[in-house]
């Protein structure tokens, strides 16, 4: 069983033009939602408790957000409620929560991931090495569209100083210009002399 299009529409209050719709598929599609299952099943059978893991895209390496929520099952998902650990997530609509609907949407949610209820704080400790690997900074040749192109380092024949010393001459106003010469400016021999005898 999928979540509809329009319970979808019809809980964010929006089109496919709204900013939670067009951020959450991009969350969603950027591979931020690192974790959606259900929360382990209760007794009643009319609904289920999700709980997901969003990376925030500022801090990828910090503590992820924590979506949870309640899904009616009947004939077709209805969505009871939702909330997100971040600042805009009380109203249940943010776009980590938007991201895991459109995860509702995509796949069926009688086929997610289980998690115990006590559970759950562990399954960002299994996950957080996965994801700073994925995420971790590479030099440009290991970026995967320069994969196979034939990038390799060369060696420049410059002697480092000869390229300061042309900067300096063709903007001599500059602070390392200013700083190479010295901002003070040369005094005459009879000046130095007075002050020296001063």
Known sequence: MRLSIMEFMNYVGGSEHSKCVVEGENVLNAGHLIL????EESSCSDYIDVYGLCLQSSVLDSNPHEITGKLSLSKS?????MLCSCKAGNSG?????SAFLIRCIRQDVEH???FPKLKKKCVWAIQKNLTKE??????????PCFENKGIYKS??????????????NKLPA???AKHMKGRREE???DVCTNLEKN
């Open 155 to 168: 060696q420049l024949d410059v002697n480092p100083d000869d390229i300061v010393n042309f900067f300096c």
């Open 134 to 143: 994925k995420y971790r900074p590479v030099s440009v040749d290991e970026m």
């Open 187 to 189: 005094c005459s021999t």
């Open 112 to 114: 997610w991931v289980l």
């Open 93 to 97: 609509k943010c776009k980590h929560v």
């Open 174 to 176: 500059s602070a390392i």
């Open 36 to 39: 959606a299952g259900k929360i």
């Open 77 to 81: 998902i209805k969505i009871s409620s």
